[in-house]
């Protein structure tokens, strides 16, 4: 298996002490859930015989969760907590999180107990007939249904069609991905929900699985339908990428070399008249339009070559952080 550089980075040898699993979860403000979780997730996960890390990433909570974070991860060996300075948003807390992940396999979840732990070992077991990504398919959600399922559903639908990849649902944190496939996706935005799609794009193979979903218990839910929008928007940004982005030259450039040749071939046609003929062409319209096809050409083509540099420095530009980590818990070692 390929060991993503980062990780060798990181831990110096890098197959030391790697744990089978990493479990991933974002944490904001689920400071009751937590313990439960943490819990939860031990119990499953010993239970499977599976080595694996707990990483909870604090996403700037005012509630006590990093707190509680730093208290349990004094008292156990598998829990490491990453606390981020502020708020940044749940696809840099997975960020994050997928950074400090060492396992060969990351799950990721959410901190307020909607998603079962219990099924951990169901995705990992999907994963190990040889897929990359096992996304959850939350088939029974307990969620509002007007202001949450609805507007999901839509967005699933458009996801689908934009992205190619047919999923039921991509809100689903509940997710297990090879450790590889994760080490080099570069996330921005809400574009977690998107891991499948930009997945598929490398070359991944996905599966999708139906899990459990329970209602909230603790806390309160951090989004509403604002979010719809910026999904959309996110959306969006995928659709240009995929469909433009990669050959902006291909766009531009034709688009500003039709616009050159067509002000050429009217300025010629207009120099004919003057230089030829001797007659006068400072009033005519066409004059104007033949100055402006020029002039919009050359800036087409620049923008071309332009976007061009653009992406080259997109495409290159590796491991820049989304994120900013104050503080990293290691776990207690436990000699006994
Ligand atoms: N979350 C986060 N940062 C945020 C918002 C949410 O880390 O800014 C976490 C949150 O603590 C939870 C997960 O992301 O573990 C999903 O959030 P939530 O349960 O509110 O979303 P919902 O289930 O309502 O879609
Ligand atoms: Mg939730």
């Not at 399922?149 to 689903?172: F, M």
């Not at 193979?205 to 909230?216: D, F």
């Amino acid at each position: 298996m390929l060991v993503p550089e980062r990780l060798v980075r990181r831990n110096g040898d890098s197959t030391q002490g790697v744990p089978a699993v990493s479990v991933v979860v974002p944490v904001y403000n689920e400071v009751e859930s937590l313990p439960h979780l943490i819990e939860a997730i031990a119990t499953t996960l010993t239970a499977s015989h599976l080595s694996y890390e707990i990483i909870c990433v604090d996403d700037g909570s005012s509630d006590g969760s990093a707190q509680l974070l730093k208290q349990l991860a004094q008292t156990r060996s598998d829990l490491r907590g990453v606390l981020l300075r502020r708020n940044y948003g749940q696809t840099a807390a997975m960020a994050a999180g997928f950074y400090y992940a060492r396992g060969r396999a990351i799950v990721t979840l959410d901190g307020d107990l909607q998603n079962d732990p219990a099924d951990i070992p169901l995705l990992l077991a999907k994963l190990e007939e040889g897929y990359d990504l096992v996304s959850g398919w939350r088939k029974h959600r307990q969620d509002a249904a007007l202001t949450r399922l609805l507007p999901s559903k839509i967005a699933n639908w458009l996801i689908g069609r934009v992205t190619g990849v047919q999923l039921h649902d991509y809100g689903c944190s509940l997710k297990a991905y090879r450790s590889e496939l994760v080490a080099d996706m570069n996330l921005y935005g809400e574009l977690h929900r998107f891991l499948p799609a930009l997945a598929f794009i490398e070359g991944a193979r996905i599966v999708e699985l139906p899990v459990r979903h329970h209602a909230r218990r603790y806390g309160r839910s951090k989004y509403g339908l604002w979010r719809t929008f910026r999904v959309l928007m996110d959306l969006l940004t995928i659709w240009f990428m995929k469909r433009f982005l990669t050959r902006p030259m291909h766009v531009f450039g034709l688009l500003g070399l039709l616009s050159m040749i067509l002000g050429v071939l009217l300025g010629g046609y207009l120099s004919f008249l003057k230089l030829g003929l001797g007659q006068s062409i400072g009033n005519r319209p066409l004059l104007i339009l033949a100055v402006v096809l020029l002039l919009t050409g050359v800036q087409l083509f620049s923008f071309g070559l332009l976007g061009e540099l653009l992406m080259r420095t997109y495409h290159e530009s590796q491991g820049r952080p989304i994120y900013r980590v104050r503080e990293v818990i290691e776990p207690v070692v436990n000699n006994t």
